[in-house]
């Protein structure tokens, strides 16, 4: 089935620095690939989503690239910022037609002033 | 337009018992999945329903069991609670038909104890 493999954390980066969490997936043809996002005590939100190979998803500065040469969808920011503490995980949909998320453990990362 | 939203929020348990979890999905979607996710690790898909009645299921216990009724909302059961049953368990709504693969919507989550 399909799953992903995801950095394990924690990260811990000063403001504004440099942001990238990997995720490499293995799938039955090209699904869609997301990062979801969870705040300290909340559910899940979903960050950015892409559909097919090479397109980027964006969202609140995070991008992250569909990649189906090195089967990746890494996530990146320029500048972190203190709000941007939180757990993100790389997800995909389950193949075979159904609606189920496969996700990853999630990597934490919290930004220090 | 409210979102997915979930009752309660907190719930404390002593092993043995049951509990009673339940979900409302986001306006006009039809299809209701139950996800638990233990401490520290990414959320598990436990099953889903469409129509009423439960599609898919993942490496989960029959002590876990649900129900969707018409008008779409589950309800999430667990009987005999075991200590690792302690997690947060999250609802997620979506469209529910097989041609592709439709986005769905988290809700805030159940934390659940048990001790």
């Known amino acids: 089935g399909n799953s992903v493999t995801q950095m394990e954390g924690p990260v811990t980066l000063s403001e504004e620095a440099f942001l990238t969490i990997n995720c490499t997936y293995t799938?039955?043809?090209?699904?869609?690939l997301f990062w979801y996002v969870q705040y300290p005590g909340e559910g899940l939100q979903l960050l950015l989503k892409?559909?097919?190979?090479?397109d980027k998803g964006s969202n609140k500065g995070f991008e992250a690239t569909y990649r189906k040469e090195t089967t990746s969808f890494h996530l990146e920011k320029g500048s972190v910022q203190v709000s941007d503490s939180a757990v993100y995980f790389c997800?995909?949909?389950?193949?075979?037609?159904?609606?189920?998320?496969?996700f990853g453990i999630g990597t934490k990362l919290q930004v220090i002033p | 337009d409210a979102g997915v939203t979930q009752s309660p929020t907190h719930l404390i348990k002593t092993r043995g018992q049951q509990v009673t979890l339940r979900c409302s999905p986001k306006?006009?979607?039809?299809?209701v999945s139950w996800y638990q996710q233990a401490l520290g690790q990414g959320p598990q898909f436990i099953f889903q329903?469409?129509?009423?009645?439960?599609?898919q299921r993942g490496n989960f216990p029959d002590r876990f069991s649900g129900h969707q009724f018409p008008n779409y909302s589950s309800e999430l059961n667990v009987n005999a609670l075991l200590l690792g049953d302690s997690a947060l368990y999250l609802c997620?709504?979506?469209?529910?038909?097989?041609?592709?693969?439709?986005?769905?919507?988290f809700g805030p989550g159940t934390r659940l104890t048990v001790l």
């Open positions: 306006s006009g979607h039809d299809t």
């Open positions: 329903y469409y129509e009423e009645e439960e599609r």
């Open positions: 799938a039955t043809g090209y699904p869609s």
């Open positions: 997800a995909l949909p389950s193949a075979g037609g159904y609606q189920k998320v496969t």
């Open positions: 892409a559909t097919k190979a090479d």
């Open positions: 997620a709504s979506s469209l529910g038909g097989t041609s592709r693969f439709y986005e769905q919507f």
